[in-house]
């Protein structure tokens, strides 16, 4: 009688049994076995932040795999085993953006000035995303400009819900100028996105000045 066949897979930290049975001619996939005790040599926090600054330079679509290794230090057995796949590690690095930007927007979200608040975070966020004197937008932005119309609504969703996030502290800034209605704060704050959106971008290319330029007519029209 022929020994029935038997491998191990490994997966996400767990171990299945995988069986060749003669009788029915099929693979039987068994329950996970105890998940092995595999210690880490990485900080996930760390590799994290690396893999943050490199979907932040190149955008979500342009990242490979490969690219992640390469920046994270770690191989691909362990992003799949930590994260799952690049989605996983995107929003990981989604997560620590947010995290990072609390700098400012805590500081929008204690300020009592009305409109001079927000403009202050607009000025705030140029100096937040710049590395070695360059800006380089923001993660959130830039990402949403380059994924394509059927991007992974999992990662939609939190893009919008980060966005979201950001309008709603403009709202209750607005709604701290004296006659304010919560209808106009809302239409307000539609533009105040969009406008911080086309700041994101063209911090990438225009200079300090007209920056200034743009962030100064954007108020006078409020």
């Excluded at 069986?19 to 880490?40: G, M």
């Excluded at 992640?68 to 997560?95: A, D, H, P, R, T």
């Excluded at 927007?105 to 202050?120: P, V, Y």
């Excluded at 911090?203 to 000045?209: A, G, I, L, R, Y």
């Amino acid at each position: 009688m022929n020994r029935p066949l038997t491998c191990f897979l490994y997966f996400k930290a767990k171990v299945f049994l995988i069986v060749w049975s003669n009788q029915s001619n099929c693979l039987v996939l068994s329950s996970s076995l105890e998940p092995l005790a595999r210690k880490k040599q990485y900080n996930e926090e760390e590799v994290i932040e690396k893999a943050t600054a490199l979907f932040w330079k190149n955008g979500y679509e342009a990242t490979t795999v490969r690219m992640l290794e390469k920046e994270m230090g770690i191989n691909q057995f362990s992003i799949y085993s930590s994260f799952g796949n690049k989605q996983g590690v995107f929003l990981e690095s989604i997560n620590a953006y947010k995290k990072r930007i609390r700098c400012i927007t805590e500081k929008l979200a204690q300020s009592n000035n009305g409109k001079e608040g927000i403009k202050q975070y607009f000025y705030d966020f140029l100096e937040f995303a710049k590395e070695d004197g360059k800006n380089k937008g923001c993660l959130v932005t830039n990402t949403v400009n380059e994924i394509k119309a059927d991007a992974d609504p999992l990662i939609m969703e939190q893009l919008m819900e980060f966005a979201n996030s950001i309008k709603q502290l403009f709202i209750d800034n607005l709604l701290q100028e004296e006659g304010k209605t919560g209808e106009e704060a809302k239409r307000q704050s539609n533009y105040l996105m969009n406008s911080l959106l086309g700041l994101s971008v063209s911090s990438k290319v225009f200079d300090q000045s007209q920056l200034k330029d743009t962030i100064e007519i954007t108020f006078l029209n409020l």
